[in-house]
């Protein structure tokens, strides 16, 4: 946690990375942004300052940005977000709230429509942080992650909008800090890298495919299956082969 914080902010076009802003947002870690589509607007919340843990809501226009909220989830870091693209909102979940010793996992979820955060839910997945979490076209999902007594999971868990869902606790080894991204084309959620104890890097990629077609809105989809594509670099990965497996 000795690292300084940064407060810029860039784009990339598919080719080149371009600063657009060192305005907006005070600089911050374990912070956490996605893009809400139905808006058109990146949206920003929470984070470590390093001088206090943050709770404010920012918009990013492509131009500027503006902050809309200092009310909601309590002051957090280290928390999952993703943008419903089944019901057109912003999904938080989790994280740590302002301590940093001893270590808290929180476990409650809360929807963003574009001015007002509301709790939607306090109990189903697994009180955690550093999970990775991203919406498919049916509902969203979520990995991993960490809780207070420092166990790593590596459960799937599906969230419809007003349910917690236990799917799988099979497929990638337990892991905290990985990425997650919706591959719309395929319906395919794509898995990269992590932790399994902050020291321990991954390198692997793993894919889990949605097996139903898109349902109609307010439905729930099915459960998918993890399948190990690849390595992405040289070298060993503890416990996962480099040859194509399914579960």
């Known amino acids: 946690m000795g690292n300084t914080p940064m407060g810029d902010t860039w784009s990339w076009n598919g080719e080149d990375w371009t600063q657009l802003d060192d305005t907006g947002p005070s600089a911050r870690s374990a912070h956490a942004m996605v893009f809400h589509s139905a808006r058109g607007r990146a949206v920003l919340f929470g984070g470590n300052a390093l001088t206090g843990f943050l709770n404010d809501t920012w918009e990013w226009d492509g131009q500027a940005w503006t902050q809309l909220a200092d009310t909601g989830p309590s002051p ?61 076209d049916v509902q969203i999902a979520m990995f991993g992650g960490m809780d207070d007594s420092n166990a790593v999971f590596r459960e799937t868990w599906t969230f419809d909008g007003t349910h917690w869902t236990h799917r799988q606790d099979i497929g990638p080894l337990a892991r905290l800090s990985h990425a997650m991204s919706f591959d719309a084309a395929r319906r395919t959620i794509v898995l990269f ?11 692997d990629t793993w894919e889990h495919t949605e097996t139903d077609p898109p349902p109609p809105p307010n439905s729930s989809g099915g459960l998918a299956i993890y399948t190990a594509i690849r390595r992405a670099l040289a070298g060993g990965t503890p416990g996962v082969a480099s040859i194509k497996q399914q579960f």
Not at 92 to 107: D, I
Not at 193 to 203: A, E, H, R, V
């Open 76 to 136: 957090r870091y280290q928390h999952a977000m993703a943008f419903d693209l089944v019901h057109k909102q912003v999904v938080l979940f989790g994280g740590q709230p302002g301590t940093l010793v001893p270590s808290v996992a929180l476990g409650d979820t809360w929807s963003w429509d574009g001015s007002t955060w509301t709790q939607i839910a306090t109990f189903g997945a697994n009180p955690c942080f550093s999970a990775a979490m991203v919406s498919t």
């Open 193 to 203: 890298g992590g932790t399994t104890d902050f020291t321990n890097m991954l390198q």
